[in-house]
């Protein structure tokens, strides 16, 4: 089994950054494809970015393109999203996942992720 554990979330201003991060425990190798999916009050599960942590491949959601930043740490079983200029609309509980053997337009849908972690706030205001 995989477990995920989220961390770095908090309460910032809008224009400011923010790192969070997933460590991966127990069987990490089987994390293969690691993400990040943010979800608001009353909203489903968004894609934010996505790692292949095999070959490296990254890929983002169009609301974060320039903004944010995925990258992993096979050694530590971390993945950190860094996240600039933040906008109130970021606002929401980020989730890590993982375990996903796929690549492509795949890395985008929540429900081919088979490990998740519980989540971590973050909250912009204007």
């Known amino acids: 089994q995989v477990q995920l554990v989220e961390s770095g979330g908090g309460s910032v201003q809008a224009g400011d950054s923010l790192t969070v991060s997933c460590v991966a425990s127990g069987r990490a190798s089987s994390t293969y494809t690691m993400a990040w999916f943010r979800q608001s009050p009353g909203k489903g599960r968004s894609f934010v970015a996505a790692i292949a942590r095999g070959d490296g491949r990254i890929y983002y959601g169009d609301s974060v393109k320039g903004r944010f930043t995925i990258s992993a740490d096979n050694a530590k079983s971390t993945v950190y999203l860094q996240m600039n200029d933040l906008k109130p609309e970021d606002t929401a509980t980020y989730f890590c996942?993982?375990?996903?053997?796929?690549?492509?337009?795949?890395?985008?849908?929540?429900?081919?992720?088979?490990?998740w972690g519980r989540g971590t706030q973050v909250t912009v205001s204007s």
């Open positions: 996942a993982g375990g996903l053997k796929e690549l492509g337009e795949a890395v985008k849908t929540s429900r081919f992720y088979t490990y």
